[in-house]
């Protein structure tokens, strides 16, 4: 097997399409996007976030692909280009001929660019996650952290907790009695330490200038921490999308942070089933109001009627400033992964991990929310 591995060309979409019918037919659902154009993040002239795709040709047959976003990040405080490794996927779901693809996949991506990672993924019983802790990546899951707003749908509709009959009939049974209201209640206030002063919330269509402030006087807090200006915020989260909530919070009138959130209907969502679902996307906050943000956001999440709140958060500040808010911990199947380069610059890895600031935003985007 010869493969060639090359950027994706309007030339290469018949064989892609061939390719995701063979990969689906294998099990896999998985698809690689038919057109070379990315839909988010299109490369554009002075746009410092962008997608790049890329396919691996057995002559005119693909036989895998993978996809690049490639973003500024500070990295103990200086600026260097990470890139985010997005659906890679091989025919080797399909045909064990092919196995060796998807290892051929990343060893390209690292070449075109060494400060790699990997954020998703679905946990560590994954293929690509498990393929990754074989090339000695680093690899920790970002902590899943959850407040449940209205207890009596969240206990009918949580279809990751009721997936046996004993289990769908306990949770009904304390739904019904109240006793799970006022267990879940109980305890999130119990861990509930509320913050010392109040601050004032600003709904924001775009991001501007103060952006750029809380940016500046949070960098150094980080070990890793993507430049988050506002010129990359109102890339990532359009100010024509009427689907993102974004959000400053201020005090005096100064600002202390900002969040882009999402209220989302599930229908038939294979963990969250039918419910209204809040998801933090996006944070970030000067040093030492990340939990006034937190208490502003949540907030903002439980007037507008969600039945639930999520968010995934790796910096130890920022879990902690959720979990002052009343948030629980679930188990999370949102891995971060950096590759041997990107190791050794945020080493030692064990003492810096927690210093990294990732969110979902920093990944494919709020996809599946």
Known sequence: MRLVIEPYEQRHVPAVRAFNQRVLAGGDPAQFPESPVPRWLPPREGIPVYQQMFVALEGEEVRGAYMLKPQAFAIN???ETLAHLQLPISEG????RFALVGLL????AQRRHPLLFGLGGGGYREAIIKLLGILKWKRIACPFLFRVVRPARFLHGIVYLRKSPARRLLLDALAFSGLGWAGLKTVQA???QPARRPARRVPLARFGHEAD????????????VAVRDALILNTLYPPESERFLKLLVERDGKPLGWAVLLDTPMHG?????HLRVGTVVDCLAVPGEEQTLVETLTGLLERRGVDLIVTNQLHRDWCAAFRNCGYLEGPSNFVFAASRPLDER?????????????????GDGPIHL
């Not at 402030?213 to 890793?224: G, L, M, N, P």
């Not at 969502?269 to 089933?273: C, L, N």
């Open 77 to 79: 405080g200086r600026t």
């Open 93 to 96: 779901v399909a045909d064990e």
């Open 105 to 108: 996949l990343l060893k390209d």
């Open 190 to 192: 119990l861990k509930r």
């Open 213 to 224: 402030e809380i940016f500046q006087r949070a960098t150094d807090q980080y070990a890793v």
């Open 269 to 273: 969502h294979k963990q969250f089933g």
């Open 346 to 362: 945020i080493a030692p890895f064990q003492q810096n991990v927690h210093r990294i600031h990732m969110t979902r935003g920093d």
